[in-house]
């Protein structure tokens, strides 16, 4: 498991990140990327617009596909998954990516919208690039995720509120949230997942050498045959080298 973790020191990390994913769009230009938002991805957006600006990342013909998305906050909040990475990566590319798949927050009802995001991301996902919850979830495939989860509601953790209004300055505590399943994650052709900062030593710990199981979601991932982690040092302190 270890040698599918690329660790990059803390100050080359984004950039190194940034630099793998711009890779990929140049060998696969219609490329489906789904797209995590949160704190870690933010660098690595900024480094792939800067790249974008030079013309070493082509987004033109690529489809992003959102992750996942909070339900019942109001349609600019800032912690909304749509408004963020529109701000932090769509909104600064020009020209834009072919597509951007959001999920519906404001759905009537989000079960089928759930089924109609799933319906997307099923033409197939090039590469899914995650995030690793404080609490080991993956999307919002929060701890009691099975690796075969659906795309789906779901009532969010307790981390995953706080997180929500604390750190990405939600104007109220979400309580639901839709996701992509791990079933669905799994079935990507390529995932990688981004790991940054020492608050995520112990959870990348137990995501890559604790024992594969639910209360970690994020173990699953190792199932994938073409899994990779990129985590910057401070990440990557509990890990063996
Ligand atoms: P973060 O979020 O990048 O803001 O830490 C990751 C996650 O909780 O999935």
Redesign the pocket.
């Known amino acids: 498991m270890i040698r599918r973790v690329e660790v990059v020191p803390d100050r080359d990390w984004a950039g190194r990140a940034a630099e793998a994913l711009a890779a990929r769009l140049r060998d696969r230009p219609h490329a489906r990327l789904c797209l ?7 660098p690595v957006y900024r480094a792939l617009v800067e790249l974008a600006r030079r013309g070493e990342a082509p987004f033109d013909g690529a489809e992003l596909i959102a992750l ?1 998305e909070y339900l019942g906050l109001p349609p600019d909040d800032p912690a909304r998954a749509d408004v963020s990475l529109r701000r932090d990566l769509i909104d600064a590319l020009s020209p834009g990516p072919a597509a951007f798949h959001a999920i519906d927050a404001d759905a009537p009802d989000p079960e089928a919208e759930a089924r109609r995001h799933d319906a997307v991301a099923a033409e197939g996902i090039d590469l899914a690039v ?6 080991g ?4 495939n929060e701890p009691g995720s099975p690796a075969d989860s659906p795309t789906r509601v779901v009532t969010l953790a307790a ?2 509120r706080a ?1 929500a209004t604390g ?2 300055g939600a104007s109220a505590p979400p309580t639901r949230g839709i996701t992509l399943g791990l079933g669905r994650l799994l079935a990507a052709r390529e995932v990688w997942l ?1 790991v ?2 020492a ?2 030593a112990a959870p990348l710990a137990r995501a890559i050498v604790g024992p594969e199981g639910s209360d970690c979601p994020a173990s699953f991932l190792r199932r994938h045959p073409r899994y990779r982690v990129f985590a910057d040092a401070s990440a990557a302190a509990l890990l063996d080298a």
Request: hydrophobic share 30%; glycine share 18%; charged share 20%.
């Open positions: 995590p938002t949160g704190d870690t991805p933010r996942d995650l995030g690793l919850g404080v609490n979830h993956v999307g919002l981390e995953s997180v750190r990405y981004l940054a900062g608050h995520k």
